[in-house]
C-alpha cells in the first residue's frame, strides 16, 4: 500500500500514515514523536488521566493494534486504590487454591487441569506413567478441612524450572 501523509490533529503537523475509523493510523513503529501507548505510559510513571487515545498503531494486517495517547496530556498515575489492590489479592488467591482439596499453593495453579494442585492432578488415561508425589508438598486431607500450605521451612515461592517441567510433562 502507497504510504499516503496524514494531519495530525493535535499539533498541525503533517506524517506518514493513514486515518482509518477516522482515526490517524500508523504503521508499527512508525507513529510520530509525543505519542505512547498505554504500557509506554506506564513504563513512565503516567496514565491517561481520563483523555481518550487520538491516534493508533496497527500491524499485522490490522489484526493487532494499539492505542496511541498524547504524552503532554498524561498525567502522574496516582498508583492503585486499596480496593484494586484488595481485589487483586483476592484473585491471586483463587488462582492459587486448589479447587478439590483447597490447599493454598506459593504459585497459581495451571488451568488445563482445572487448577487442581500436584497431589490431586487427574492421571493420565494410558501411555503415561503415574508421577510421585513430590516430598515437600503435604499430602492433603479431605476437602471439609482447612487448605493446608505447603510443608517446609522457608519454601520457596516461586517454582524453580525443574518443578514447572514437572507440572506441564504429563
Ligand atoms: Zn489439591
Redesign the pocket.
Known amino acids: 500500500m502507497a504510504a499516503t501523509v496524514v494531519r495530525l490533529p493535535w499539533n498541525g503537523q503533517h506524517w506518514p500514515g493513514r486515518v482509518v475509523d477516522g482515526v490517524p493510523t500508523f504503521g508499527f513503529r512508525s507513529a510520530p514523536p509525543g505519542l505512547a501507548t498505554r504500557r509506554q505510559l506506564r513504563a513512565r510513571g503516567l496514565c491517561p488521566g481520563g483523555r481518550d487515545w487520538v491516534a493508533q498503531v496497527r500491524w499485522r494486517g490490522g489484526r493487532r493494534w494499539a492505542a496511541l495517547y498524547l504524552v503532554d496530556q498524561a498525567v502522574e498515575s496516582p498508583g492503585a486504590t486499596t480496593a484494586q489492590l484488595i481485589s487483586l489479592w483476592k484473585a491471586q488467591r483463587v488462582l492459587r487454591t ?6 493454598l499453593a506459593p504459585y497459581r495453579l495451571p488451568k488445563f487441569n482445572g487448577r ?6 487427574p492421571a493420565r488415561r494410558r501411555g503415561g506413567r503415574v508421577m510421585a508425589v513430590p516430598q515437600n508438598v503435604i499430602n ?1 486431607g479431605p476437602a471439609s478441612l482447612p487448605p493446608r500450605r505447603f510443608a517446609g521451612p522457608g519454601f520457596p515461592t516461586t517454582t524453580s524450572a525443574v518443578e514447572r517441567y514437572r507440572w506441564y510433562r504429563h
Open positions: 486448589c479447587t478439590e482439596c483447597g490447599l487442581r494442585c500436584w497431589p490431586c492432578r492433603p
